[in-house]
């Protein structure tokens, strides 16, 4: 396969390098920035795909980024690639003030408000959460009875309102790429077109006055 790596990392290299990248997160931005910008195609087509992208990463459909980033790029005929790689605007850096943002509006939105400070709850309406799955999930097996109260306090404290909420924020932030992106993409495929006829232009020269450095020259 093409994407698949020849060597196969142990799991807590994986979440360590998501954490922190190989090279830090400032060499793993310029990156992205790097293979967006030499994306085969129109600056609008780019951008759209930035705008699914970064739209995405305001949801709380966490582990189904790339495939909601996917079709909002589809539907919106944008660049898919760019898409993918504009979820990276997503990352443990950004999580937590997207996740405050999109909560906050949400809890707006849906005239509530959070019990606790978000970003203190946050953590701990996550580790009920899935401490209530993991118990659950042994209680198939034993006599324990199985309880879903942090699962239900996680859907209607966390991941209803994030989700709600993220839409505006997400839109927002989304349009702010679209329309940084699309001059900045122009730009450098312009830089790129010129220095492409430029050396054309001094191939085609070089054929047409070959230097007289053969036989009999001179």
Known sequence: ???KRRDRRPLWKVA???LYPRGGWVRAFEYVKHRVRRLPDT??????????????????FFGLHFIIAFTVAKIMRGNILAALLATFFGNPLTYVPIAAVSLQTGHLLLGRRPHGPIETS?????????????????????AERADWHGLRLFYDEVFFPFMVGGIIPGIVAGSV????????????QNRRKKALRAKLGQLSRSAENPADDGPGSG
């Open 43 to 60: 600056p609008e087509k780019i951008a759209r795909g930035i705008w699914a992208g970064v739209f995405t990463t305001f949801t709380p």
């Open 1 to 3: 396969m093409v994407f």
């Open 177 to 188: 790429a679209y329309y940084l992106s699309v001059p900045l993409i122009r730009a450098y």
């Open 122 to 142: 946050l953590g701990e309406k996550f580790a009920g959460a899935w401490g209530d799955l993991w118990h659950n999930i042994m209680a198939a097996f034993t």
């Open 16 to 18: 360590a390098e998501f």
